[in-house]
């Protein structure tokens, strides 16, 4: 696995002189990136970038560790036989045209184009690696945002999703460690990457997004080791009939029975999402202390909110224990549960709250940020809660300002009550099942 993820040199079988063809994008985005020799190679020969171009693997002037093909599927066996007997170390292969349109046969030649090596190779049928040592995909840099290094890996056998995914975690500011294409999933797959990440100290969370499930067993039991030490979150696509027809066509899967696979991840320990809006919402959250149970405390400075907030949590089966002490603050606040601060609340008192919470397991601050007393020094205050507090703040021009400060300050910032109430539940039975495993 070290190969795919930090090799010391590359080649880019099928880079093309047409700015507009898949082996251009991604030949320029490795050059651009990555810090080793990155080798053209074209039948057609002449240069790509000022870069002299390779007629052949054969002919370059070291064996790369890791080579990326992109092109037509009937002659990729030729080249992995060929990249093989070289010593190549790991293979990425982009090309389509496989299992995923009914060819069958061409997969049988991948497989024995290997001649039995145990080779790191993944795709078919996949949009390649990206990493903040290099950006081995074909996404245009012109018209999509990557995110900075941090600790989530994504493993995703839909390019698009994977696309996506890194445009809105740029946006969130949700550094990645490792994205990993799986396409069809002929060689390498999730059970394979998982096996890695577990012990990756560059990986703290784990994103999946799978379609179908070819090693169930295997599967569950990976995934139930890691969640005793890293949250997975999975979002399962081809979960309704419409779907899985969907799926299908879309790679090689082989789809079960979803209601099976849900109860599989429960008792697994994953946390299952059905968005990649509720992704993020899960992701920024896990930068708070997991609840240690379902007792919720909602501190408002908008009586309406906490109205709704209630029936929120009921819904999502979270608990509004009574408030029973008496702070030292004005007496129009409404001391209860949820506890309405008014709307003159100052930054402070959220805090003198939060300090005499002991009794609750997690507390979700109401924030109205058009009222004037509220200001950014809130941020700092909710740092200091000694249980995991979490925030909804409504509106768009100072709210936004004010949810951007709270992420700032680790604590995770909603525009959507209801999303912010449901996030809250997912961590609160997350945490739960964790301890049972």
């Known amino acids: 696995m070290e190969a795919l993820f930090s090799p010391r040199s590359i080649a880019v079988v099928g880079a093309s002189h047409n700015p507009q063809k898949v082996g251009h994008v991604l030949f320029y985005n490795l050059l651009r990136s990555f810090d080793g020799p990155v080798y053209p190679v074209n039948v057609k020969g002449g240069e790509i970038l000022g870069k002299k171009v390779y007629k052949s693997l054969k002919e370059l002037p070291e064996v790369p560790d890791l080579v990326f093909i992109a092109i037509p599927a009937p002659s990729v066996p030729t080249v992995m036989k060929e990249a093989v007997e070289m010593g190549v170390k790991a293979m990425v292969i982009i090309s389509g045209g496989f299992g995923e349109v009914g060819n069958e046969e061409l997969d049988e030649e991948l497989k024995k184009a290997l001649g039995g090596r145990d080779l790191p190779v993944l795709g078919p049928n996949c949009i390649g690696i990206y990493t903040p040592r290099f950006n081995g995909t074909f996404l245009s840099p012109e018209r999509m945002d990557f995110p900075p290094r941090g600790s989530v890996s994504i493993l995703s056998q839909s390019g698009a999703i994977i696309a996506a995914m890194l445009d809105v975690f740029a946006r969130e500011d949700i550094g990645v460690s490792k994205v990993v294409s799986l396409g069809n999933k002929l060689f390498l797959d999730e059970v394979d990457f998982l096996k890695y990440l577990k012990g990756d100290p560059e990986t703290d969370v784990v994103v999946l997004y799978l379609e179908d499930v070819k090693r169930g067993r295997a599967l569950f039991e990976e995934l139930r080791e890691m969640s005793r030490h890293k949250p997975v979150i999975i979002l399962k696509g081809g979960k309704t009939k419409s779907g899985m027809k969907a799926a299908s066509s879309h790679t090689e899967a082989m789809l079960g029975d979803y209601d099976v696979f849900r109860g599989a991840m ?64 004005p007496p129009h606040v409404v001391q209860s549960n949820p506890f309405d601060l008014t709307g003159d609340a100052r930054p402070e008192w959220y805090l003198e709250v939060l300090r005499r919470s002991e009794d609750y397991d997690a507390a979700l601050v109401i924030i109205t940020p058009q009222l004037a007393t509220v200001d950014p020094s809130i941020a700092r205050l909710l740092s200091l809660s000694p249980i995991p507090v979490y925030a909804f703040v409504p509106g768009w021009k100072y709210g936004e300002y004010l949810r951007e400060k709270l992420i700032e300050a680790g604590i995770p910032a909603y525009e959507s009550l209801r999303d912010a109430m449901r996030t809250i539940a997912k961590l609160v039975d997350y945490s739960r099942r964790r301890r049972l495993l």
């Open 266 to 329: 429960r008792q697994a320990g994953v946390i299952e999402v059905n968005s990649l809006e509720e992704m993020v919402d899960v992701i920024l959250s896990l930068k708070q202390p997991l609840p240690r149970g379902n007792k919720l405390l909602i501190v408002t400075n908008g009586g309406g909110f906490g109205v709704l907030a209630s029936d929120y949590a009921e819904e999502f089966g979270l608990e509004l224990s009574p408030w029973k002490k008496e702070l030292d603050l």
